[in-house]
């Protein structure tokens, strides 16, 4: 196996094992907090791993693996525009106008 190809191996498993790391994140935050949580790390881990794991994909040339990833990458990336979007002042309730005495 030639150098090049150990290396992309090298991408390819560290591409998963960020990606795989990410269950793990989840699981950690859903025990501390006695109930199912998906932290932000979550998403980024599952971003920046699909993205690896999608170069990995391309290399292979395997149309399974970079179709898989580039829709998740795109919810990944989704997901954390949501997260990260202004939030907006709740509306107040529109209140009558002030009844004069006159």
């Known amino acids: ?9 090298g991408i390819g498993f560290f591409g998963q094992g960020l990606f795989f790391m990410r269950w793990v994140v989840q699981w950690l935050a859903s025990e501390r907090s006695a109930q199912s949580r998906v932290p932000i790390a979550f998403w980024y881990m599952s971003l920046i791993g699909g993205l690896i794991t999608l170069t ?15 829709v998740g990458s795109f919810v990944y990336f989704r997901n954390l525009m949501l997260i990260h979007r202004p939030s907006r002042p709740p509306v107040a309730e529109s ?4 009844v ?3």
């Open 56 to 70: 990995y994909a391309i290399y292979r040339r395997d149309p399974v693996f970079i179709a898989g990833q580039s």
């Open 95 to 98: 209140a009558p106008p002030p």
């Open 1 to 9: 196996m030639s150098t090049t190809e150990i290396t992309w191996l």
């Open 100 to 102: 004069s005495k006159t």
